[in-house]
């Protein structure tokens, strides 16, 4: 079996398993309601969040209700939608070789911010929540950001308290361990996803989704 077959069989199989495309459906649809105004943003965040910690058990659940509220109104609020405001713009802000640096260094500003928002709200002890973010992120960005987890990070040999640049880096040599040009792996892949979705669960995911689905089962 090529490395090709092997991921098209993969998302196969994930998009079979109900729960799973259900997940990815009902977060897309959380993540396309934006906020109508700077005042609607901490609630907007707030819901995001949410979603991110029941759906996908990103370990955002350890967090008492108040600190998550501190989160969703403070520091983190303003630095998660200023990093939006930022990028909206950037046609070209999708994960690429040349945007690689800058993907990895707004990563580590949110996460960074997010520790910092722990802080404030009293929470000391030492958890990074790099998957939240991550998550978060891919959500919000879903051509720029992967996704990364303890199954991911197992399936793609890295450690997961290394660098997210690691994780970029994985996903940019996909094409050449493929023999694909990249705009050609993107097609492939998303074809892939659409034809296996459940009817009634079908939404329009990235390749990165859909590479990632691949990498959590087989890490799992």
Request: glycine share 6%.
């Given at each position: 079996?090529?490395?090709?077959?092997e991921?098209?069989?993969?998302?196969?199989?994930?998009n079979?398993?109900?729960?799973?495309?259900?997940i990815?459906?009902?977060?897309?649809?959380?993540?396309?309601?934006?906020?109508g105004?700077?005042?609607?943003r901490?609630?907007?965040?707030?819901?995001?969040m949410?979603?991110?910690?029941?759906?996908?058990?990103?370990?955002?659940?350890?967090?008492?209700?108040?600190?998550?509220?501190?989160?969703?109104?403070?520091?983190?609020?303003?630095?998660?939608?200023?990093?939006?405001?930022?990028?909206?713009?950037?046609?070209?802000?999708?994960?690429?070789?040349?945007?690689?640096?800058?993907?990895?260094g707004?990563?580590d500003?949110?996460?960074s911010?997010?520790?910092?928002?722990?802080?404030?709200?009293?929470?000391?002890?030492d958890?990074?929540?790099?998957?939240?973010?991550?998550?978060?992120?891919h959500?919000?960005?879903p051509?720029?950001?992967?996704?990364?987890?303890?199954?991911?990070?197992?399936?793609?040999?890295?450690?997961?308290?290394?660098r997210?640049?690691?994780?970029?880096?994985?996903?940019?040599?996909l094409?050449?361990?493929?023999?694909?040009?990249?705009?050609?792996?993107?097609?492939k892949?998303?074809?892939?996803?659409?034809?296996?979705?459940p009817?009634g669960?079908?939404?329009?995911?990235?390749?990165?989704?859909v590479?990632?689905?691949?990498?959590?089962?087989?890490?799992?």
């Open positions: 079996m090529t490395l090709l077959n991921i098209e069989a993969t998302v196969n199989e994930f079979r398993l109900l729960p799973y495309p259900a990815d459906f009902a977060v897309h649809k959380i993540f396309q309601i934006d906020p105004n700077p005042q609607e901490p609630s907007v965040l707030s819901m995001r949410e979603t991110i910690n029941s759906l996908f058990q990103s370990g955002l659940g350890f967090l008492k209700t108040p600190i998550r509220n501190n989160l969703a109104r403070g520091a983190f609020n303003r630095s998660y939608w200023e990093l939006v405001e930022l990028r909206n713009g950037d046609d070209h802000y999708e994960l690429s070789d040349d945007r690689k640096d800058i993907i990895a707004d990563y500003k949110v996460l911010a997010l520790k910092s928002g722990l802080e404030d709200a009293g929470y000391t002890k958890k990074h929540f790099r998957a939240f973010a991550s998550k978060l992120l959500w919000t960005f051509e720029t950001f992967p996704m990364q987890d303890k199954n991911s990070l197992k399936a793609m040999r890295l450690k997961p308290e290394g997210y640049g690691s994780v970029v880096d994985f996903y940019l040599t094409g050449g361990k493929l023999e694909m040009q990249m705009s050609d792996l993107k097609k892949l998303e074809e892939i996803d659409q034809e296996s979705l009817e669960l079908k939404a329009s995911y990235s390749w990165i989704r590479v990632d689905k691949w990498l959590w089962l087989k890490g799992k």
